[in-house]
């Protein structure tokens, strides 16, 4: 039951926190969700941190986001979730350089997951975007569509 009514409030503060925030005019803005991919069993201490670091996020309180989550990478260090997470947290924190070399880690622990490549190169496209290099991002752009 507590967990239940755990999640329902995360997903009403991030809801509210998502309409709240005003991207840069010509940007999309970046999801602040990872979508749902295949499952990845997380240990307790990660699925805590990866929660903490989603409140967080939604509160807008983005450097606790990101110590949260290389907190859960000091512990995973291979798990491309979290790395996509922190990719997610360095796009709101309007750090491009870290947010697309997070999605690029993130990839390299894949493995097969399409889903989650995909949705890296998308990362990495607004993060190029947002630096003004529209080749690149069309470019990333590009390579998710191959990744499906």
């Not at 990845?40 to 989550?69: C, F, Q, V, Y």
């Amino acid at each position: 039951m507590k967990s239940r009514l755990r999640i329902v409030l995360a997903f009403a503060v991030c809801v509210s926190a998502c309409a709240s925030q005003r991207p840069e005019p010509g940007l999309p803005p970046p999801s602040p969700l990872p979508p749902s991919g295949p499952a990845h069993a997380e240990s307790p201490a990660i699925a805590s941190l990866m929660d903490s670091a989603r409140a967080d996020t939604a509160a807008g309180k983005l450097a606790n986001a990101g110590a949260s989550l290389e907190r859960a990478l000091r512990i995973e260090p291979r798990n491309p979730r979290l790395w996509q997470e922190l990719s997610r947290v360095r796009l709101l924190q309007r750090d491009y350089v870290q947010a697309e070399s997070c999605a690029q880690r993130s990839s390299s622990w894949a493995g097969s997951d399409a889903l989650l490549v995909a949705d890296n190169w998308r990362l990495i496209a607004q993060a190029r975007e947002a630096r003004g290099d529209a080749d690149g991002a069309r470019a990333a752009l590009d390579a998710a569509s191959q990744q499906r």
